[in-house]
């Protein structure tokens, strides 16, 4: 028990928990990530300064916002489920839930792994959606798919306590035809040391996610800036208006003034301390500009767990290609498999009718009220118009990247239809 015959023990992996057609979906749902953010990114112009970014026509940007939104509506969707399922199968002592498990490390190895994907999957919703804040888009629905995979995450993150009482029946139910081990599971449906099994995440680490499956804290991190952001953004234009909110602010300002002033009479580098002061009298920092920087750190770093996320997926899929089962040939991936690949193709489709038959009319009001939003100025990106386009750079240069958009009728009128 101790020597070869545990050795050879399969992982057991469930492969309609994360088969080949699963892992697939995955790349699908980060392409699309990955593609629209830079699109959204390069149709707006979110800056403020320097040149101009890459010009657009109007059919483009169309197309790329009537069907972000749908995209990270979608992703949500195929998100949850997926870490529901995980949260119903592992979350307790009390079975294998929905998962096909027949051994001890098949359980061990099976929630390795969703918590791996579980956790690597969120950082494309994340990377939209701090898009899509970065425009000044901040719907709650939107962040309420974010809350609900945070949850969904930290859940699916706990420490697990499997019960072999709670397993046993399971695992004879499964040997009900080994007739001649008398209908019970045999001996290597208990093997689970580690050290000694081939291909399981404590031997392989580099096999199940090494980084996902342990260290969900960036999701939770992004997540809680995304909630912050929200809240700032919703509560604090509220409280402009309450005259004790103002109160307090003239306070606190009174009281940073007055500290201020303490501090350039009190000791002896007060001459230069006002000298540098009078220097950079001129030189005021722009909150929101600093915002802007920050934010798009964040989308960096947010894009560099995207990609350590793809690559924990693609060695992960060599591993399922060491399977019979987990054969990349379509025929023989199961049903549940193809759906979760078929998922995405309604977002591409759609995408690619409003970019190349121009159906102007048919873009979705979730699209009409984010351009009207982001034409008032309410967000930091703006979207670029076909009028833009037209345009010199030297001109646009001289007067700035919004200095030759046409006014707001015209533009937001532009758009719409």
Known sequence: MNGNYCASAHAGIDFDIAGPGVVIA??????????????????????????????IETGYAR????????????????????????????????????????????????????????????????????????????WWYMLLFVIINFIMVFLTHLPKDMDPDSLLPHFQKAAVDLKGCGQHPGPRTFCQKYKQIALNPIKEPGQFFPFNSKYPFPVYYISVVLILDWA??????????????????LLIRRALKAARDIIERIGRRRTSFRKTAESRKGMRVNPQAIHRYLWALIELFTFALCILAVIEMSVFLGVLRKSSEGDLNI???????????????????????LFILETGNRHSDLYRKMALRMQKGSGGRVIRSFVTTSIELARLSRFGPRSAQIGDEEETRGLVT
């Open 26 to 55: 995955y790349f699908f749902q980060f392409g699309l990530a990955f593609f629209f953010a830079l699109s959204f990114t390069l149709t707006t112009d979110w800056m403020e300064s320097g040149m101009p970014n890459l010009l």
């Open 63 to 138: 197309a790329v916002l009537s069907s972000i939104a749908d995209l990270q509506e979608t992703q949500a969707a195929f998100l949850i489920t997926v870490a529901s399922a995980a949260v119903a199968t592992f979350l307790g002592n009390k079975g294998t839930g929905l998962a096909n498990i027949s051994t001890v490390i098949s359980w061990i190895t099976n929630d390795t792994i969703l918590r791996g994907v579980v956790a690597a999957g969120s950082y494309p919703l994340l990377l939209i959606q701090l898009v899509l804040h970065a425009s000044g888009t901040r």
């Open 232 to 249: 700032i953004h919703a509560i604090y234009p509220t409280l402009r208006n309450i005259p004790a909110a103002n109160t307090l602010h």
């Open 331 to 353: 025929t023989k991936w199961a049903f549940g498999q193809l759906v979760a690949v078929a998922v995405w193709f309604p977002i591409i489709l759609k995408f690619f009718c």
